[in-house]
């Protein structure tokens, strides 16, 4: 039974276009139709989930999937300032990248990320990801 | 000028190396050791030479002196009581104990002749031998002679003996005629006496004739007497022995015998008158005759006398032999005493010879482990050593301080290069590293990109696009995946054998099963594994990555839809040994040695998916794990193609319980 809490949002945290034209394509496909937001990188991202903060007073219904390799502010230092954040530190953030180097996983979960997905074979991965998102999204309680 | 600076240098630089002056002080010290060990030698020499001569010349030599000593004594002490002897207990004592006795001394002295001959063989001053030769000579012939001087007395004695013998038969023949011519007289005088009585005018006729008949009586008396007296006076001239006659008796017995003579004339002329002065005649001769008793016991004086002489002549003689004696030994004791101190001097050389090259050899001991092993030598490499060790295990910043221009400055200059090489190997390497990185995201992030857009587009449009468009996408997106490929393989090569992960404890079997399973999933190919059941303790990632080269190579490359492929693994406890064996096309021969190399593939890209590169990691990696992989195949044969790899274990392996092998599905 679904409880009367807001529906999860999606924030792509990618620089690459075409990843995202890719996730969003993947989505259309998969019928997900949660609110999707894009930043280009961490930056831009934490930004605007500050903004979606001050806007619901509390932690914003964000599922958050995160590139590493970005400009300005890349993946991980992304994360270090949200789990810096008081208000923010709870997000659940997917990490959504190319590279399989054992140091960025470890890394990433070191702060506490829900996943952490490589890309590789494009389409199949993306549909496989975004498929258990949405079964995230509807099953998982987001925090606040 | 040129050269002698050169050689200088050349000199200096030789001169600095550890070794070269190692080798100089050893040198020095054999030197040492060299010339102490001929000094000694030398004196040794000294030593060997003063003991021999102390043992085969002076002791002999004093031993011999000794002893002619010692026969020296005993000559004495017999010459003593050879003359004490015949002095105390009178010159009458058997002949034969004391010719025994002069025996005995000539026989020492002929032994200490002989002596002497022997002492001729030392290092005795000719005179003194000569001496001694003389004096043994004087004692021998004074021995001699004095037994002469005996012999001629005894005999003397003999004849002594003999002639009173003579006298005696003499006088006593002498008085039975004097008693016949008193018997005449008596009986003459007893016819007188008868006479006197028968006439008167006869009387004084008578009484003359009776007077000298009493004349004649005391005549023949007075004779008797006189001869007894000269008998008595012979008899005690014999049994004086030695002693000194009497000039008295001689006269009186000279006296008494003229009186005899005299009276003998007076006698009748008869026979018995001339035997009567026959033997006075004789008796005269054997008293005081030439060879007479006086005569012979004058001799007898006179030789005791000679003897006396003699006897005190040997006195002399044997303290001159005593004092010879006690020379020759203080000549041989002086030998003795110098070759004692010759031994001894040479022994003080040696023992200070020696103190002094120990002292020496010490020294330069000394000198050469605190100049050379302590100073250039230990520090420095303790230091040298440090900073290797620090270098080899990947602190590079660790300084090099040793300088110098021998072995160790070299080495340590030398060092400096190698750390420098580290240090940039170690920047290569993150270079590299992140070079890999930089391909694995920045190259592939657009490619992936073309791919996903492509194939969008065929998605979205696949109708409206026209055959031969589809095809060109469709190849380009095979291309792009290509492309794809060969950039993770690329990165796969990069990064193979580096940061190898701690080793683990890796179920064999189960290792090699899943790899089948990856390579094989839907079953299409017969892929058999045979090998012990154990853990093995190693890196596991290039493991994997060597089986799953291997197999999806087998795989690919097989030229029929089912293939088989045999696995099998030895484990011995420090090496691990896999054998791939397929039956596939194989490899010809010429070109087993290209397929290691990069991006050698035996097929076009289009008939084989393949980078090309897949045998060249897995020999990077066997290689890095200093393992070794090597090939066997012969089209020209038969089928088939077999891999043998060989990958070092770090540690030995464990075993579980054995089960049977089982054939993967």
Known sequence: ?144 | MLKFSALKASLTNALAHLTVRLRILLVVIGVVTAITGLVAILQVGIILAAYTELNYSAQPMLQLAKRIENNTQKLSLRLQSFTNFSQSTGFEDPVEATSDQADQIIEQAERLRENLAELKAYDVPENLIHDFDMRLAAARTSVISTLDTRDHYLRLKEELRHDIHEILSLHNKSQQLLESFTFNITSQSDRLMRDLGTSSRERERINEQLAKTFQMSLNINSMGFALDTVVAAANNASDLGGNAPSNRSILETREELRDIVVKIALLPDTQERLELVQYVARLRGLVIGPNGIFAHQLEQYELRQEFDRKRLQHLPLLSDISETVAQLVNRSLEIVDKSTTDLWGALQNLISVLITALFVSLSVILFTNWAIIERQFRKRIQILNRAVRAIASGDLDHPVPVTGIDELGEMASALTIFKQNAIELQRSNIELEKFAYVAAHDLRSPLRAISDLSSWIIEDEENKLSIESSAYFTLMQERTNRLDRLLCDLLAYARAGENDPEIETIDLSACIRDQIQYANPNGTFDISYHGPDVLIKTHLTPLQQVLSNLLSNAVRHHDKKKGCIAITAEVWPNQLTLVLTDDGPGIEVQYQERIFELFQTLQPRDDVEGSGLGLAIVKKIVERNKGSITLTSDPRLKRGTTFTVTFPLPEKPVAIAPKQARTAA
Not at chain 1, 1 to 8: C, S, V, W
Not at chain 1, 105 to 128: C, D, L, M, R, W
């Open chain 1, 1 to 144: 039974m679904k409880t009367a809490t807001k529906p999860a949002k999606f924030l792509i945290v990618d620089d690459d276009k075409i990843s995202v034209m890719a996730m969003q394509r993947a989505m259309r496909k998969l019928k997900i139709v949660n609110e999707t937001h894009v930043c280009s990188d961490g930056q831009k991202a934490l930004d605007f989930l500050r903004e979606e903060a001050e806007k619901v007073a509390g932690l914003p219904p964000f599922i958050v999937t995160l590139d590493l390799n970005m400009p300005r502010m890349g993946g991980l230092e992304f994360l270090d300032e949200i789990r810096a954040d008081a208000m923010l530190s709870r997000v659940v953030v997917f990490v959504f990248t190319t590279s399989d180097v054992p140091n960025d996983v470890q890394k990433a979960y070191h702060h506490n990320v829900a996943g952490y997905i490589v890309k590789e074979n494009p389409s199949q991965t993306f549909s496989e990801a975004l498929d258990m998102l949405d079964s995230y999204a509807r099953i998982v309680e987001l925090p606040v």
